[in-house]
């Protein structure tokens, strides 16, 4: 059969034979926690070199 074509007695259903222990646990790494982080520079320190990269970028 050529490339492309479309047989539907090439499809087989099929029959995987799973087990709810081995599957993956979604929630099992979740985390409720929270996070902080502090770089040292002010918010208008950040904004000017944002402005530097951005200026850099149109050139």
């Known amino acids: 059969m050529g490339f492309g074509s479309y047989d ?3 499809q087989q259903e099929v029959d995987a034979d799973f087990d709810d222990d081995d599957a993956v ?3 099992a790494n979740s985390h409720d926690g929270t ?3 502090e770089n040292g520079a002010s ?8 402005k530097e990269i951005k200026d ?3 050139t």
């Open 8 to 10: 539907e007695s090439e």
């Open 25 to 27: 646990k979604s929630g």
């Open 35 to 37: 996070i902080e982080f």
């Open 43 to 50: 918010s208008d320190e950040l904004l000017d070199r944002l």
């Open 56 to 58: 850099e970028d149109d």
